[in-house]
């Protein structure tokens, strides 16, 4: 779901790692509008990435945010997919709860 104008999440899907670039159809070029998009086809935990600047992180009610520590840079190669598979491996093997990394 990381692409910039997908379609609607496939059916049975309850948690998503997205890019703040998420302009799913209808939705306007606001991060607001895609998770409010998400959690209406029943998307209840999403954790949206923003570049450098930080990871949004929601399930059900509760919301949070974790900033992005900033690191001397030698290579960018798969920097944007690493966080996304790295969420998505952990999550769906069931190493981590989604609401275990929803900040206090």
Known sequence: MSAPHSKRPRTGVSTASCSADLFPPECTNNEDHGLKYLKDH??????????LDRVRLVSGTA?????????????????GDIPHDAFCYYV????AKYVTVIPN
């Not at 029943?42 to 570049?51: C, F, L, P, R, S």
């Not at 900033?67 to 920097?79: L, W």
């Not at 769906?92 to 190493?95: C, E, K």
């Open 92 to 95: 769906s093997n069931g190493i």
């Open 63 to 79: 919301m949070g945010t974790v900033q992005i520590p900033h690191v001397p840079v030698v290579d960018t190669m798969g920097a």
């Open 42 to 51: 029943g998307v209840t935990n999403v954790a949206i990435t923003k570049g």
